[in-house]
């Protein structure tokens, strides 16, 4: 028998560490490959984990709202499933989680390094490991009260109160005020990460009302979102906003993958759209629903949550005629869509009604400019233009 760790799962391309949420089963418990064993959280959606292999649930690491690095371990299984397995949900490569504190650089001297302390041993879940190692505090000389003496933080906290203020002070935590949740905290907290660095990008935003007469007696039920996005998609594959910044030049994507901006309770949520132009008109509605439904519930499957190359944000069920949302780096372009509605505009000689909706497209200036902003918008219109390229007559 040999024990296995079952780790926080990388659940995108971005994520980096991961709220775990609450046991399906008990220490102690056997599990069938497949098997739910707990939920996770980023910092929007939820997911269960499944077991990788049968065995016994022997040890409980991870305590709910514990913040694990992604390819920490969160407990650990008793199987006799082949040793190959283990490879699979080792801890974490240096490439993808960072350890709690930065390792000194290794001394030019020949003589053999110390051993690891005790605490760098001792069973602790992550964010008391982490507590102890900023307040200076030994998990070697604490009782843990966890599962099987895992230390956790309320253990790490005890010995602070015993042992007076730490020499260097413990992080606050974030005060949460009167019915605030909690999910809702982290979900703000992972937008101000991702707003920070869009400051640092250099933006450009350029404002079109897109005409949808042509589509407005056509489309049947299917919904603007899926049009527009499906039209924008295929106007940006060809444009030079296709791109990324790298430092040295705009560096292309080879396909297009639309983050689709969507409000929930605890934030918005952005399921990904693989080459959604490539859909037929009808299977792309039927999936803009599906996938805004998961938003709305935290459970994003996991194929919707790759890397994107730009976003779109629609607020026009909320009556938003206008905005302009941040670009969400390293994407070029996203994509603000205002209400859809009726609009008396100059006809001839006369006035006449079209149905439209205004539009803001923000740009990495570094990779584009307000013209190639223009130009794309100019080809997405095009394609609202003529039914006949959303397969209708």
Not at 299 to 328: K, M, S, Y
Request: glycine content about 8%; charged content about 20%.
């Amino acid at each position: 028998m040999s024990e296995i760790p079952l780790v926080m799962p990388k659940m995108s391309m971005t994520m980096a560490e991961g709220t775990f949420l609450t046991w399906h089963k008990a220490e102690g418990d056997e599990v069938r490959a497949g098997d739910v064993v707990c939920e996770v959280m980023t910092d929007k959606v939820d997911m269960e984990v499944e077991s990788p292999v049968d065995g016994v649930l022997v040890r409980l690491v991870a305590q709910p709202d514990d913040v694990v690095a992604v390819g920490e371990p969160i407990a650990f299984l008793s199987s006799t499933a082949d040793d190959l397995l283990g490879d699979l949900f080792d801890g974490p490569a240096e490439s993808d989680a960072a350890l709690p504190a930065p390792a000194a650089p290794p001394a030019l001297a020949t003589t053999p390094a110390p051993p690891p302390p005790l605490s760098a041993v001792v069973s602790a879940v992550p964010l008391a490991r982490r507590m102890a190692v900023e307040s200076g505090v030994d998990l070697g000389a604490l009782n843990g009260t966890g599962p099987g003496g895992t230390i956790r933080v309320v253990d790490v906290e005890a010995a602070l109160s015993l042992s007076g203020p730490p020499t260097i002070p413990v992080p606050e935590r974030l005060p949460v005020a009167p019915g605030t949740p909690a999910r809702r905290l982290r979900s703000r907290r992972a937008v101000a990460r991702r707003t920070s660095a869009s400051a640092a990008v250099p933006q450009a935003v350029v404002f079109r009302d897109l005409d949808l007469t042509a589509l407005a007696e056509r489309r049947g039920r299917c919904g603007w979102t899926g049009l527009i996005v499906r039209a924008y998609a295929n106007a940006l594959r060809d444009s030079p906003l296709n791109a990324r910044w790298t430092g040295e030049g705009g560096e292309m994507w080879s396909d297009v993958a639309v983050a689709l901006m969507v409000d929930t309770e605890r934030g918005p949520v952005a399921p990904v759209l693989a080459d959604p132009d490539r859909l037929p008109t009808e299977e792309l509605d039927e999936l803009v629903g599906h996938v805004a439904a998961h938003a709305r519930s935290g459970r994003v499957p996991v194929e919707h949550l790759t890397a994107a190359t730009t976003t779109v944000h629609d607020l026009g069920d909320l009556g938003v005629d206008a905005f302009q949302e941040l670009l969400n780096p390293p994407q070029a372009t996203v994509l603000s869509v205002g209400a859809v509605a009726p609009h008396v505009v100059p006809v001839g000689d006369g006035v006449g009604l079209r149905t439209r909706c205004r539009v803001a497209l923000t740009v990495d200036h570094r990779v584009g400019d307000c013209a190639d902003a223009a130009r794309l918008l100019n080809a997405a219109q095009r394609r609202l233009d003529n039914p006949g390229w959303f397969g209708w007559r």
